[in-house]
């Protein structure tokens, strides 16, 4: 069972920069594609970012386009999402996902195979 983890959230004022990070569990790292997802309170849970397995492919939704930047390093089974320029629409629960389609063939709005605990992320001033 692939384990994942995130970390980095917190409370930032509107503007400001924050950087999530999610370690996953080693062993078949390399051949999965992952991702962020986000669920607003009271909202749905919603597509922010994903990177397949060899970071050829990335894909981000519009609404963070331009400010966030997702990237990993198979090498430290790790996974990021820099967040800039952050916006109070932006507070949400973030998701680390992994998923065994490692090239997002089947794209990423779904329901992906693995999923980390969530951090939380709140943007007010």
């Known amino acids: 069972q692939v384990q994942l983890v995130e970390s980095g959230g917190g409370l930032v004022q509107p503007g400001g920069n924050l950087r999530l990070s999610c370690a996953a569990s080693?062993?078949?790292?390399?051949?999965?594609?992952l991702g962020w997802f986000r669920q607003p309170p009271g909202q749905e849970r919603e597509f922010v970012a994903a990177?397949?397995?060899?970071?050829?492919?990335?894909l981000y939704s519009d609404s963070v386009k331009g400010r966030f930047t997702i990237s990993r390093d198979n090498a430290r089974s790790k996974m990021y999402l820099q967040m800039n320029s952050l916006k109070p629409e932006d507070t949400a629960l973030y998701y680390c996902?992994?998923?065994?389609?490692?090239?997002?063939?089947?794209?990423?709005?779904?329901?992906?195979?693995?999923w980390g605990q969530g951090t939380q992320v709140t943007v007010s001033s």
């Open positions: 080693e062993g078949t790292f390399r051949s999965l594609a």
């Open positions: 990177i397949v397995w060899n970071g050829e492919k990335i």
């Open positions: 996902a992994a998923d065994r389609d490692a090239l997002l063939l089947r794209g990423p709005e779904r329901t992906w195979d693995y």
